[in-house]
């Protein structure tokens, strides 16, 4: 069964600094997911990364994959305060069940 | 494109009641899976509906059943509600013969008292 691991599970940044957000899965993973969750709201699709080396920038969140070291990240640069939600990694095989990590809550601060 | 459907959006169930969750998928798409997820936890895998059958079906017991109807929609099922299923529950669309990426609904907040 694959194993999603994410880091940190909280993080608390003050607006426009950088960040990053660590995911790491225990075997090969055909698809890596990330997703935004606001409370009591659905998962909104950030990126898809389906290939090693595969980078992904929308706006102000850039995520990268390294399937050799089964490591996804995603990155925030100069933070502002709508970024403030709850971030999921989640890999699957393709067709089949997602595996999410237990999500990072991100609170930016003015 | 309506996107992905769910139905109700909010429940409100007595322990040992029985519930029915809904789900329409996106147009196009052929696969519903169904998650749970618990308040400040990840989503967790129920199972998975192709071709009007379960496909897969993740770490739940048979509490949980579930249908899909020719027209792709799908159904979950609970039956002898604990108060430990009150969750979100997600329904997750996609297409296995085009090989598509997952699209999640609403959701459905249930609660059980």
């Known amino acids: 069964e694959l194993k999603v691991e994410q880091n940190p599970l909280f993080l608390s940044m003050q607006e426009g600094k950088n960040y990053t957000i660590y995911c790491n899965y225990s075997?090969?993973?055909?698809?890596l997911y990330w997703y935004r969750q606001d409370p009591g709201k659905s998962l909104e699709s950030l990126f898809v990364?389906?290939?090693?080396?595969a980078v992904k920038q929308e706006g102000r969140l850039m995520a990268s994959l390294d399937t050799k070291a089964r490591l996804s990240t995603l990155h925030i640069t100069a933070a502002v305060h709508d970024l403030s939600a709850t971030y999921f990694c989640?890999?699957?095989?393709?067709?089949?069940?997602?595996?999410f990590g237990t999500g990072t809550s991100l609170t930016v601060i003015p | 494109d309506a996107g992905v459907t769910q139905s109700p959006t909010h429940l409100i169930k007595t322990r040992g009641q029985q519930v029915t969750l809904r789900c329409s998928p996106k147009?196009?798409?052929?696969?519903v899976s169904w998650y749970q997820q618990a308040l400040g936890q990840g989503p967790q895998f129920i199972f998975q509906?192709?071709?009007?059958?379960?496909?897969q079906r993740g770490n739940f017991p048979d509490r949980f059943s579930g249908h899909q109807f020719p027209n792709y929609s799908s159904e979950l099922n609970v039956n002898a509600l604990w108060l430990g299923d009150s969750a979100l529950y997600l329904c997750?669309?996609?297409?296995?013969?085009?090989?598509?990426?997952?699209?999640f609904g609403q959701g459905t907040r249930l609660t059980v008292v």
């Open positions: 997750a669309s996609s297409s296995l013969r085009g090989n598509t990426e997952a699209f």
């Open positions: 075997t090969t993973s055909d698809r």
């Open positions: 990364l389906l290939s090693n080396g």
């Open positions: 989640a890999g699957s095989y393709t067709g089949n069940q997602f595996y």
């Open positions: 147009s196009g798409h052929d696969t």
């Open positions: 509906y192709y071709e009007e059958e379960e496909r």
